[in-house]
């Protein structure tokens, strides 16, 4: 009987026991700490308004109209200074193909910090070393985008900046399927560009930070004759003065366009 009293007993105390195990709340599941990061943001526009690439038309410097359906570029290189110049980080390996097709264009460069961006500065294009140095089915997203690169004339390497479209060459006023094509594929290591931007953007290492680009498409057709100089593409020593010159002031209009926001 006393044997039987005290398995009685153990039950009571086990189903008492799994009862008040119940009733206690489930441990939270661990969170995966997340590194707060910096990115930097490039947004076409057309003036005020947004850039649509599938409708716009735009002016050239003769008055023309001009209507662009592709825009692509690659970025390279950033680095941010604080006030006295001196280097707070550098991105020296983060390579960003712009396209105005994409939704967005917000590239994550790394792990946000402490500190005041005063400038910005991008390159537009890319170093001699990486420009040549990479076979496409071997090399890392952007630059196995065949698209972008001259893969008839490794000398030639990536193109580092793509605009085509059409213009008004009929002079109706209107961009038809009749018009005349325009192309500008700036290329080769002495067309490396490079762009500095004031920020004045304080940033912190435990929040997101972003900095942004505006790239005025209307300001860049504004640039040049594009009815005049329909195209342009990689120049190599030997080559008319004229070609290079043109494809330094495509270049030079597309830098010019780009604004901090």
């Known amino acids: 009987m006393k044997a039987l009293t005290k398995l009685t007993l153990l039950a009571a105390v086990a189903l008492a026991f799994t009862a008040c195990k119940k009733d206690e709340d489930p441990e939270p599941t661990p969170t995966t700490p997340v590194t707060p990061k910096i990115s930097l943001e490039f947004e076409f526009m057309n003036g005020p308004a947004q850039f649509d690439i599938n409708n716009n038309l735009l002016a050239d410097s003769a008055g023309r109209l001009v209507s662009f359906n592709k825009v692509r570029f690659f970025a390279s290189h950033t680095r941010l200074d604080d006030m006295g110049g001196n280097e707070l980080q550098n991105y020296a390996d983060k390579y960003m193909l712009v396209d105005a097709a994409n939704a967005s264009n917000t590239f994550e460069l790394g792990d946000s910090f402490t500190g005041h961006v005063h400038m910005f500065h991008f390159n537009v294009g890319l170093d001699s070393i990486t420009n040549h140095s990479n076979l496409l089915d071997q090399a890392p997203p952007p630059l196995n985008d065949a698209t972008m690169h001259w893969n008839w004339n490794p000398m030639a390497g990536y193109k580092f900046i793509v605009m085509e479209g059409q ?71 030997g080559d008319p003065a004229e070609a290079k010159a043109l494809a330094i002031r495509v270049r030079d209009a597309f830098l010019s366009a780009m604004m901090a926001h």
């Not at 004045?200 to 929040?207: A, K, R, T």
């Not at 972003?210 to 195209?231: E, K, N, R, T, Y």
Request: aromatic share 8%; proline share 3%.
């Open 167 to 237: 213009w008004d060459s009929d002079g109706d006023d209107l961009i038809t399927a009749n018009d005349d094509a325009f192309a500008y594929h700036i290329a080769t290591d002495d067309l490396l560009g490079s762009k500095s931007i004031m920020s004045h953007m304080d940033v912190f290492s435990d929040s997101n930070a972003s900095l942004s680009v505006h790239i005025d498409m209307a300001q860049v057709a504004q640039g040049w004759a594009i009815s005049d100089h329909p195209d342009s593409h990689t120049t190599f020593p």
